[in-house]
C-alpha cells in the first residue's frame, strides 16, 4: 500500500468514526425521544380518566382519600403511574406516595398548559417532582367545581422504572440492533471507500514512478526523496527539479543559438573580406591580361593565393570548433609522454620561429612526463599557443616552452618576449573570432578562432587555461594536466 494511501484511509478511518458516533448519539436521542413520545400518546388521557371519576377538590379543599384511591387505580393500568393533584398555582396538594418521599413542592405550569391546549406537539416533558434533575412525558387534566378551576390532575408516565432503563440501552434491544447495523454499515462503507482510494490512487502512483524515471533519465540524478512524503509531494519535488534543469538547458540553448547567430554573423563578414579580394585579384588579371607584366601578374596570383590560405584556415578552425561544440566529441583520454609532444610540436615551429628571427627554447623534464589526456588535441593545443607566441613576438624576441611539475600535476607553460595583451583585451582573447585591435597580423593564419578552439579543449579536460600578459613585455599562457599514475 503506498503512502497516499495510507494517508486516505486513515483520514477516511477519521471520518467514519466521527459519523459513528454521531450516529450514535442521534440514534441513542431519537430512541429516548420516540419512547417519551409513544408513552406520552399511550398514557395522555390517564390524568383525564382521574379527574373524570371524582370530585378531588370543592372550595379549595382535596379529597385526600379519592385522590390515593384514584391513584391506586391508575397504577393498575400503568403501574409506572405516579398521579399528583395541584391547585391552580402548581403547588402539589396530595399523591399517593410513601410520605417520606423526597419532592418537589411546586410544578411549572407552562408545558402543562400546553399539554392542556388540543394539538400541541409531542412529546411534551416536564419536571419529575422525585427526580428534579431530569425531565418526563407527563399528562394533566384541569380540576374544575361548578364551573370554576381549582386545580390539575398531574401523572408522571413512566416514572422512576422507565428512567432506570432509559440509563441503561445494553437492556434496549431495538437500539443495540441500531447501534450495531450503523457499525456494520460503517465498516462496509470503510472497506468500500478503502477500495475507490486505491484504485484511484493506483494511477498516480504509476505516473509518480515513471516521472521519477524519466526525471532519472535527463537529470542523471537519483531520486533522492524515496521516502518523504505522499505522491504527491514526490511529483511535485520530481517536478519542481525537472522544470529547474528545463529552465536550465532553456538557457543554456537560448544563448548557444544567440552565440551561432553572431559566430555566422561575424564568420559571414570574416569570408567575405578574403572572397572579395580573391574575386577582385582574378577579375583585374582577366580584364588586364594584356596590359600587365609577368612582375604584376605574379603579384596578383600570390595575393590571391595568401587569401586562398586563409579562408583554408579559417574555414578549417570553424570545422573543428564546431565538431568539439557538438556533444559527439569525447576526448580520448590516454597516457602519454608530454615532454616528448612538447619536442615534437616545437619542431613542427622551428622554421616559422627561424624565419621571423625568434629563439624558440624549450625547457623540459627527464624522466617520466606521462600526462593523461587527448594527445591529439593537446598537440592542437600547444600548435595554437606556439604560433601565437611566435605570430606576436617581434625579431629578436625569445619564446619557451616549458613543461615543470608539482605535485601530482604537470604545468605546461608557454612564454614569450611579445608585444603583449592589453587588460582591456585580456578577458576577451578566447572569445570565438576575437582579434586584438591593433593586430596588425591580418595574416593567413589568423582567424581569431585559435585561442577559443584552446579554451574549449581546455573545457573537454576540465581544466583551464592561465594567462598572464604585459604590454609591450611579454605573455605567458599555462594549463595543468594530472600526471598518469
Ligand atoms: N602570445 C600572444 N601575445 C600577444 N597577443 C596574443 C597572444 N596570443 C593571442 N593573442 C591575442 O589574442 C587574439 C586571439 O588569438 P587567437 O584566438 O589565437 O586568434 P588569432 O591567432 O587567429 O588572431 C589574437 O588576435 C591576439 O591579439
Ligand atoms: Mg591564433
Known amino acids: 500500500m503506498n503512502s497516499l494511501t495510507k494517508k486516505l484511509s486513515l483520514l477516511l478511518m477519521a471520518l467514519f468514526v466521527l459519523i459513528g458516533i454521531v450516529l450514535a448519539f442521534i440514534t441513542r436521542y431519537a430512541s429516548v425521544q420516540y419512547n417519551l413520545e409513544m408513552t406520552q400518546r399511550l398514557n395522555g388521557s390517564i390524568a383525564m380518566y382521574v379527574a373524570a371519576e371524582e370530585q378531588l377538590i370543592q372550595n379549595g379543599q382535596h379529597n385526600e382519600a379519592a385522590i390515593k384511591r384514584l391513584a391506586e387505580r391508575a397504577m393498575v393500568i400503568n403501574p409506572t403511574v405516579e398521579v399528583y393533584l395541584l391547585d391552580t398555582a402548581g403547588r402539589i396538594l396530595s399523591h399517593n406516595l410513601p410520605q417520606d418521599t423526597q419532592l418537589q413542592t411546586h410544578i411549572p405550569l407552562a408545558q402543562i398548559n400546553t399539554f392542556l391546549t388540543a394539538d400541541s406537539h409531542r412529546p411534551l416533558v416536564n419536571l419529575d417532582p422525585r427526580s428534579p434533575q431530569t425531565k418526563k412525558a407527563f399528562s394533566a387534566a384541569k380540576v374544575n367545581f361548578n364551573d370554576q378551576h381549582e386545580g390539575y390532575v398531574y401523572a408522571i408516565l413512566g416514572g422512576q422504572t422507565y428512567e432506570a432503563l432509559a440509563k441503561d440501552i445494553s437492556k434496549n434491544f431495538v437500539l443495540k440492533v441500531a447501534l450495531a447495523s450503523i457499525v456494520a454499515v460503517l465498516l462496509l462503507g470503510y472497506l468500500i471507500g478503502i477500495l475507490v482510494v486505491n484504485q484511484l490512487t493506483k494511477p498516480l502512483t504509476q505516473l509518480t514512478k515513471k516521472v521519477r524515471g524519466f526525471q532519472q533519465q535527463i537529470t542523471g540524478e537519483e531520486a533522492t526523496h524515496k521516502t518523504t512524503g505522499d505522491e ?206 591593433n593586430s596588425s597580423n591580418y595574416n593567413q593564419s589568423s582567424s581569431g578562432l585559435g585561442l577559443a578552439i584552446v579554451k574549449k579543449i581546455m573545457d573537454l579536460h576540465k581544466t583551464q587555461i592561465d594567462v598572464i600578459s604585459t604590454l609591450d613585455k611579454g605573455t605567458q599562457f599555462s594549463f595543468r594536466l594530472p600526471v598518469a599514475a
Open 232 to 437: 504527491i509531494k514526490a511529483l511535485e519535488s520530481a517536478f519542481q527539479q525537472m522544470q529547474r534543469k528545463i529552465k536550465r538547458q532553456m538557457k543554456q540553448i537560448q544563448s548557444a543559438d544567440q552565440n551561432r547567430r553572431d559566430l555566422i554573423t561575424n564568420v559571414s563578414h570574416d569570408l567575405r573580406t578574403p572572397l572579395a579580394s580573391i574575386q577582385g585579384y582574378m577579375d583585374t588579371l582577366l580584364i588586364k591580361k594584356e596590359q600587365l607584366d609577368d612582375q604584376q601578374r605574379d603579384y596578383y596570383l600570390n595575393t590571391a593565393s595568401r587569401h586562398c590560405v586563409r579562408l583554408n584556415h579559417l574555414v578549417n578552425d570553424l570545422f573543428e570548433l564546431s565538431k568539439l561544440d557538438s556533444l559527439a566529441v569525447k576526448p580520448s583520454i590516454e597516457a602519454f609522454s608530454m615532454s616528448e609532444l612538447m619536442q615534437d610540436v616545437s619542431m613542427e615551429f622551428k622554421m616559422m620561429a627561424q624565419q621571423r628571427n625568434v629563439d624558440l627554447q624549450v625547457d623540459l623534464l627527464d624522466g617520466n612526463t606521462d600526462v593523461k589526456a587527448d594527445i591529439g588535441l593537446m598537440q592542437r593545443v600547444l600548435e595554437n599557443l606556439i604560433s601565437n607566441a611566435i605570430k606576436h613576438t617581434p625579431k629578436d624576441g625569445k619564446v619557451l616552452l616549458k613543461l615543470a611539475q608539482r605535485d601530482d600535476q604537470f604545468n605546461v607553460i608557454i612564454r614569450d618576449t611579445g608585444r603583449g595583451i592589453s587588460e582591456k583585451e585580456l578577458p576577451h582573447i578566447f572569445d570565438r573570432l576575437y582579434r586584438a585591435e
